[in-house]
């Protein structure tokens, strides 16, 4: 049974029957959904981060490759990414 570690709780995940790309949610986490990745000839986990529009509430992914200061739209209105504590927000 081929498995990764998870990046949020440690836990080792069951990667039995996935492909790179296939995404799934941790069953230890509350709400973590991770992608299956390659990196560097082998497979990796990465965390698929999201975000809520502050006037909506909608629930965005955020992009692969965002950092803290990039911009998102939502609702029509464009919103700064931050990066604190461990997470996304939009202000």
Known sequence: ???LTCL???EEVDISGLKEG???EC???ADLT???TRQEGGLTLRQVHRVSCPSCSQVLEVPKH???GDTM???GRMF???YEFGAYALE
């Open 1 to 3: 049974m081929p498995s």
């Open 8 to 10: 949020g709780c440690g």
């Open 22 to 24: 296939d995404r799934f």
């Open 27 to 29: 069953a230890h986490c």
């Open 34 to 36: 991770l992608e299956l």
């Open 66 to 68: 965002a950092k803290a």
């Open 73 to 75: 739209t939502c609702c």
């Open 80 to 82: 700064r990414l931050t």
